[in-house]
């Protein structure tokens, strides 16, 4: 070959690999979007802003049918999920998991100009978690048999794989070492008869991994260690050096899987993701620098120590949407881990491969009046807490909580917050910002600083919070807030 044409292709192989490293998106990346909202944004708005941003993977929550209809034109790969409460029925019926395929499955899959593109159904949102105890998880293979006959039945069993999610809290170590990961003991029967099937039929185990929990739970997890930080001091397992919480937690679960006989099962990280309020830590500044360093870390394709250049087969960050009627059992921080806030705003900047650095906002959202319910000072207040305990315990108060954005803007700014919750979550209908004669509307933003007093957005599908949701949805809810009454004094 001539020196210059050597050369020549020396260089153009050189921008190739130049090229792929500076270009190229993180590969098989995708988001959670869940629709625990009161004002949920217009399925349609969300998916102009997944496509605005290069998302191509879904996996929802919930199948909400409005949703559905907004992906059928989409050409978003979708993960659906089955929730948790259908597990029993679905685990003693084959002809209700026929019906549920049905409903949401095989009747938005209409070919010819588009249909939605299902490559997975999720048996349960997370079945295993331990403060379900055996809620769930006794039904989930029994449940897995019917869907997969259902979808089998009607030919989508080489389109769609049937998986479990498996929380972060179903394998763990007791020393802290990943060498040492096991499930936890009553959940061995149930796994290895789950892995069995999903090896049966090429499917990836879906888990969960959460840096920020084991960041909270564990006191031998730094905070730099779990943000993916240089400066952070490694974790040794014999050999084999641990530079981030991501892959200490990974390797936990590949040696879980390892001892009952599964070394070699592709993983998809179903849930990953940092919460930006809520809870000390749990802001903006903090969730974009762990962001960063995760999709460096995927995006290095190095594996980790006990899968070394084997990478999760994909990664779905949670979440999309800031959701402000999600479970807050665990913590306030729950209604926190958007990326993009309840109306599509981006909270920080980060390139999930949208050939920008910038993430690109919701685009036309329509908000409710430039209005706001506050505490009036002219009154007596001597049960101005009481009252806001009533509206926290059915609107979201958790920027209130210690360490949250509003938890430094005290008393009586925090009973203006509880109000203006409320009043928001019922369309800033006049009625919801009386207590008891103890509140005035306002068109003076009484925002300040980080703490911000939200005005929602206008939607068809809002829930107000009367006093049938208080009886019917919200228990969890009201029993948190009244423990949590310290915030409101």
């Known amino acids: 070959m001539p020196p210059t044409l050597s050369l020549i292709l020396f260089f153009f192989f050189l921008f190739l690999n130049l090229s ?76 209700a998991a026929e019906s549920w395929v049905h409903d949401n499955v095989t009747r938005y899959l209409s070919g010819g100009t588009g249909g939605v593109r299902i490559e997975y159904i999720a048996v349960g949102d997370e079945p295993f978690l331990l403060s379900y105890g055996d809620e769930y998880y006794p039904y989930v293979m029994g449940a897995v048999a019917n869907i997969q006959a259902a979808i089998t039945k009607v030919n989508l069993e080489s389109r769609i794989k049937v998986v479990v999610p498996c929380s972060y809290d179903a394998f763990l170590s007791e020393s802290g070492l990943p060498s040492k990961g096991h499930f936890r003991p009553e959940l061995n029967k149930t796994m290895i008869q789950l892995l069995t099937f999903l090896t049966a039929h090429r499917s990836p185990f879906f888990a969960s991994i959460s840096p920020f929990l084991s960041f909270l739970q564990n006191k031998n997890i730094s905070l730099d260690f779990a943000l993916f930080k240089e400066t952070a001091r490694p974790h040794n397992d014999s050999h084999r050096t641990y530079k981030n919480s991501f892959e200490l937690s990974y390797d936990t679960l590949v040696a879980s899987l390892s001892k009952i006989g599964f070394s070699t099962v592709d993983i998809v990280v179903e849930q990953v993701g940092w919460p930006t309020d809520g809870a000390d830590n749990a802001n903006s500044s903090t969730a974009e620098t762990f962001m960063k360093g995760l999709l460096d870390y995927l995006h290095s394709r190095s594996g980790s120590p006990l899968r070394p250049r084997r990478p999760p087969l994909e ?73 806001a305990l009533e509206a926290c315990s059915v609107a979201d108060c958790t920027a209130l909580a210690p360490g949250a954005s509003c938890s430094n803007i005290g008393w009586p700014g925090n009973i203006s917050y509880a109000f203006n919750s409320y009043y928001q979550q019922n369309d800033q209908r006049p009625e919801s910002c009386d207590f008891q004669g103890l509140a005035l509307i306002t068109t003076i933003d009484p925002s300040n600083n980080n703490c911000r007093f939200p005005v929602q957005i206008r939607t068809s599908n809002s829930q107000s919070l009367d006093a049938s949701f208080l009886l019917k949805a919200i228990p969890l809810s009201a029993v948190f807030w009244l423990s949590q009454i310290v915030y409101l004094q």
């Open 20 to 95: 792929a490293l500076t270009f190229s998106p993180v590969s098989a990346l995708g988001f959670n979007w869940g629709t625990s909202a009161s004002h949920p944004l217009s399925p349609f708005k969300v998916v102009q802003l997944l496509n605005s941003n290069n998302i191509t993977k879904i996996k929802l929550l919930d199948p909400n049918p409005l949703v559905l209809q907004a992906l059928s034109a989409s050409t978003l790969q979708l993960t659906i999920a089955i929730p948790n409460p259908m597990l029993k029925l679905l685990n003693s019926s084959r002809k």
């Open 315 to 387: 990664t779905y960050i949670l979440s999309l949407l800031d959701e402000d009627r999600r479970n807050i059992s665990t913590g306030p921080f729950e209604r926190h881990w958007g990326v993009f806030t309840f109306d599509g705003q981006a909270k920080y900047h980060l390139n999930f491969g949208q050939r920008t650095k910038n993430l690109v906002n919701a685009q036309n959202v329509e908000y409710l009046s430039p209005k706001w319910c506050v505490l009036n000072n002219n009154k007596d207040l001597s049960n101005a807490s009481a009252r």
